[in-house]
């Protein structure tokens, strides 16, 4: 309680001047010393500079990412692995993606699709807005003279053709070539490339070379001929598969004139081969390896590989290798490879364990959907998240991501805008997932007013018609 002689004083002093109140003076202060009190909700962006993905969910603010803008500087590598369940949202944020990529002039992106519906791939569509054919890779079509890809086309160096053909090889085989069967391989295709200089060498040339050995070949290395054609006969019985079994007529002729390597979007539709068939990885380690050597340049353009179906790659041990090498191109010549994959256990797990935790490795971006309790938690180990990301990651809606951009943990909503949601949103992901419907109401629900105005609709798609017509010019004057 207060004292007497205080109450008095106060109560004289207010009957004489009448009550006095408190007055506070304000305060001038620094935005450095008044972030200690007005503490922020939100983690540091990445910058304002590349595509913009969504909003950050927990600040509302954009989410900006470019594997290119941001290398050297925050990602050591462009890689990216994105996962998660079905209709939760990955194709849409795949192709939103590579639409807003095309944007910029120095863009190329290379898509291997590997899923489809009503008998064209995933892609199509895009593919189609941009003035695009998809390069449709398909054993029935090719034998009515569709798309070949040729493993011995001369744009791909010898090493690089001795390479990928041991790599069809030990897929088919399901192991690593022996040192025999290797020799025979090498002589074969060592043969092939001296003798044959009026076409292309084609595989029927590696097989009948196998079947019939030349004595030279067994005069280098002092043995007897029978040896080395038995040493060739598994060879040459898994080449014969590409040449007169089930996969002939995509690899078995010289490459198909016209495949245009320069267009702003080059989409390999796989939709018409068995996933689960060994066909699709060695369908992927030819496309990877044709790519190589015939479309990575130094040209200062930026390209992006993206593979849908990854599994294929990194679950395999021989075609892990091979894309062990394209990756790091992206040093290099400016490449962000993109793997898609539904569950991290289908590749930690399987016979590539090891080439595809170095495959992980180099993945700098991580962006995780909403998967299972177990998955998520096994997903958090194997990419080292933190506790809080991997204790989320089952309660995400669609079109919500924990993004890992080398250890920079948001939680992001990706937006699809009113010109690409035709685009994105198939008819079977609209009608026969509900998941894929909820996620596209969701994404929609959230576009801003200024995003959703008929004037940005028609801006994007002039910039899409822009981008091809520049396009055009810098091919022809490059001829010229």
Known sequence: MRDPLSVLTDAFTSFLFGKVETTRLPVRTSTGQAQAVYLPTAAPGLGDSGVIIGREVYSGKGYIYDPFQLYGQQLPAPHWLVLGESGNGKSALEKTYVLRQLRFRDRQVVVLDAQGEDGHGEWNLIAQELGITPIRLDP?????????????????????????????????????????????????????????????????DIVEQLRHPEPESAEAMNVDLDDVRAWGLDVALVLDRLVDGDLRGMFDGPTT???????????????????????????????????????????????????????????????AQLFQR????????????????????????????????????????????????????????????????????????????????????????????????????????????????????????????????????????????ERQRQFNESSESTVA
């Open 140 to 204: 029935m079509a090719a034998l009515d003279g569709g798309i070949r890809l040729n493993p011995l086309d001369p744009a791909i160096t010898t090493t690089g053709q001795l390479a990928l053909l041991r790599t069809i090889i030990e897929v088919a085989m399901g192991h690593g070539l022996d040192e025999r069967s290797g020799f025979a391989l090498k002589v074969a295709h060592a043969y092939v490339n001296e003798t044959i200089l009026e076409r292309q060498p084609v595989l029927m």
């Open 257 to 319: 004139v016209g495949i245009d390597l320069d267009a702003p979007l080059i989409v390999f539709d796989l939709s018409h081969i068995d996933r689960n068939s060994i066909a699709m990885p060695i369908l992927m380690a030819i496309v990877g390896v044709w790519l190589e050597h015939t479309w990575i340049r130094p040209d200062r353009r930026k390209r992006i590989f993206l593979v849908e179906e990854a599994w294929h790659i990194i679950n395999s041990p021989f075609v």
């Open 326 to 465: 394209l990756l790091k191109f992206g040093r290099r010549l400016g490449l962000s490879f993109v793997a898609v994959v539904h569950h991290l256990s289908d590749v930690v797990d399987g016979a590539a364990a090891r080439e595809a935790a170095a495959i992980l490795k180099m993945a700098s971006t991580r962006t995780i959907y909403a998967q299972k309790a177990d998955e998520a938690r096994a997903t958090g180990r194997v990419l080292g998240l933190p506790r809080w990301a991997v204790e989320i990651i089952p309660t995400l809606t669609p079109g919500i991501a924990v993004w890992d951009v080398n250890g920079n943990v948001q939680v992001v909503k990706h937006l699809v805008t009113d010109a690409e949601r035709p685009l994105v949103f198939t008819d079977r992901a609209m009608t026969e997932n509900s998941e894929a419907s909820d996620a596209a109401d969701a994404l929609e629900a959230g576009l801003p007013d200024d995003m959703r105005a008929a004037e940005w609709e028609a801006e994007q798609r002039a910039l899409l018609l």
